[in-house]
């Protein structure tokens, strides 16, 4: 049994069994058939799907009328080693191509196989050689049979570990957010003075001018002791920390200057709205009368953040930075408010109809999904080694639609919200807002979307199954994104020739798209789920693909920033 083709005449007047479906396969039964051999080709499934075109109808060619002039003048495969001409076969006998399709091996022995069909039935070939070219699909079975761990398989301990990291997250995120009627973590750690309830406590009682400055409302130290009381502080500090050090880390790694420029525009778009602005610049700027009475920059304080001390308006919902950079409905907060905020209802409907319309029709979503948005930062930074994690197939593919649900319910509320204000809080339209958003433990969209899905389980499950769980199957803004791609003229577009339909390019796409599909036959990709991470692109190890756009008149516009190593390396 063999699993490489190196000198296809060496098979010449034998029979040939040939196992498999993709490239390796077909390249490999058109060589040996071309140089005389009876080949048969045996794959699981009822046609043809991997393989390019232009393999699956060299076979048929063959298989009709054996002496049919096809060649495999340059094989895709890196398994057939060997170009197969016309020239190579001038006094062999005449070959054959016979498909078994839909049948699997049974039983392999020195001058027979055993095939067995669809329907049960078993069929005897004679046979000399075996040519195993099950390309991607590792004989995984046989490794666990022989006792070696394959990974990706899950253990006893994968599960405890993700379970406990679960748990982790459910803590956490009712740490940081006040959800008494679920598990009033929050609550509890405020009520016992528990950490980082005690902090400001413990920096006014340290002495010496530290206690003194914190205590100067002027003075920076009493914003920062005041911002060191609050969980958000800490989560939103740690969020962008990460971002910083696996972006440093993933620029190291990534050598080009696509990944080096969309790392620091994440970077820079995260520690600027998270933390640098609601955390430390504004709180400070309130302690020192910028948003007093009478001060010009008072109104746009009140529209964006309502104060929490009346009419002095030191203390107010910095936190509501967040919507510079989160559109609804991924942050529904700055919408979904008591009354209307107009400023933020005029920022988050330019946000979502207007400047995310215009950047996908241009450069795609993953302009926004990859250059911008926080859950994008943490994935391509956080969460660079783990994309390979992403499950792939139709079962998982069909999970895509969880995102259009939330953008539905999202949208019901967004109605109720607006009927609300009109009707008055009163109305039966406010009632069932405040139901639906806040009201009914463990369904309401604060709970289950925001910190269950987007939360618990968009970074519990990062580093078992990818750091884009939440954005590939649940965000209500990617559902609603995926209806402006249609009208995009993004694409990534693959040199077919150069593919070898290695597969890394599907493996390493956390939006779990099958790239190669696209690649190894020549069409442009054009999946709304890409979120322009530039994975597949970097990781090719042949150049196949480069990032671009149509123009108006189908003219292919390539990206001229650098994004392919092998491409930089031959000067394109
Ligand atoms: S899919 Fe949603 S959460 Fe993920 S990066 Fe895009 S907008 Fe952000
Ligand atoms: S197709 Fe490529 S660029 Fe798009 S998400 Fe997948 S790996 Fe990233
Ligand atoms: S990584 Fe490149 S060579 Fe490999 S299958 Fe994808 S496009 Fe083809």
């Not at 009381?229 to 080009?256: D, E, K, Q, W």
């Not at 009478?294 to 309502?306: I, K, M, N, T, Y």
């Not at 250059?371 to 998982?396: N, Q, V």
Request: charged share 20%.
């Amino acid at each position: 049994v063999h699993n490489r083709l190196f000198d296809p005449a060496d098979f010449s007047g034998k029979n040939v069994l040939v196992v498999g479906g993709g490239d390796s396969a077909l390249e490999s039964a058109i060589a040996l058939a071309g140089c005389g051999a009876k080949v048969t080709v045996s794959y699981r499934k009822p046609e043809f799907s991997r393989p390019k075109p232009g393999n699956i109808e060299k076979l048929q060619m063959l298989e009709q009328d054996p002496k049919a002039d096809v060649q495999v003048e340059r094989p895709s495969s890196e398994r057939v080693t060997t170009a197969f001409t016309r020239g190579m076969v001038k006094n062999a006998p005449t070959g054959s191509i016979t498909l078994a399709m839909a049948s699997t091996v049974t039983r392999i022995e020195p001058d027979k196989v055993t095939l067995k069909r669809e329907d049960g039935e078993e069929v005897v070939l004679p046979n000399d050689d075996v040519f195993s070219m099950i390309g991607r699909e590792a004989p995984l079975d046989f490794f666990r049979r022989s006792g070696l761990h394959v990974r990706g398989d899950w253990r006893p301990v994968t599960w405890i570990s993700c379970i406990a990291f679960l748990l982790f997250c459910v803590a956490l995120y009712h740490w940081k957010s006040n959800h008494p009627q679920e598990f009033p973590v929050q609550r509890w750690a405020s009520q016992a003075h528990a950490f980082p309830y005690n902090i400001p406590k413990a920096i006014e009682s340290a002495g010496g001018r530290i206690a003194q400055w914190s205590k100067s409302e002027g003075n920076f130290l009493f914003t920062l002791k005041r911002g060191l009381g609050n969980p958000s502080f800490y989560y939103t500090l740690a969020y962008c920390t990460c971002v910083l050090v696996f972006g440093i880390r993933r620029m190291r790694r990534r050598r080009t200057p696509y990944v080096k420029w969309q790392t620091l525009v994440l970077i820079a778009s995260q520690w600027i709205p998270l933390f640098i602005l609601p955390e430390l610049i504004l709180p400070w700027m309130g302690h020192n009368g910028f948003f007093e009475p009478g001060h010009p920059s008072r109104w746009v304080a009140d529209q964006l953040f309502e104060s929490y001390d009346g009419s002095l308006g030191h203390e107010r919902a910095y936190w509501r930075a967040y919507g510079f950079i989160l559109a609804f409905p991924l942050n529904v907060y700055n919408v979904f408010t008591e009354h209307p905020m107009w400023l933020w209802l005029g920022i988050s409907f330019l946000q979502t109809f207007v400047i995310i319309p215009l950047i996908i029709f241009r450069w795609g979503k993953g302009a926004y999904c990859g250059w911008i948005c926080s859950c994008g930062a943490l994935a391509e930074t956080m969460g660079d080694s783990y994309r390979s994690k992403m499950p792939h197939g139709p079962f998982w593919n069909r999970l895509n639609m969880v995102g259009q649900a939330v953008l539905l319910f999202a949208l019901a509320i967004l109605g109720l919200r607006i009927a609300g204000w009109t009707l008055g809080d009163d109305s039966w339209a406010t009632h069932w807002y405040h139901k639906l958003f806040e009201g009914i433990p463990f369904l309401s969209y604060g709970w289950s979307v925001d910190i269950f899905m987007a939360g618990i389980l968009g970074v519990g499950l990062y580093f078992w199954f990818s750091g884009r769980v939440w954005c590939r199957f649940a965000c209500p803004l990617a559902a609603l994104m995926h209806i402006y791609t249609r009208f995009s003229r993004y694409r990534i577009f693959p040199d077919k020739h150069k593919c070898i339909s290695c597969n890394v390019c599907t493996s390493v796409c956390h939006q779990g798209i099958d790239v190669m599909n696209f690649a190894n036959k020549g069409l442009p990709m054009e999946d709304p789920e890409c979120v322009r991470c530039s994975a597949c692109v970097q990781q090719c190890p042949t150049g196949v693909l480069q990032f671009g756009r149509y123009d108006g008149q189908e003219n292919i516009i390539l990206d001229q920033l650098p994004a392919s190593p092998v491409l930089m390396r031959e000067g394109k």
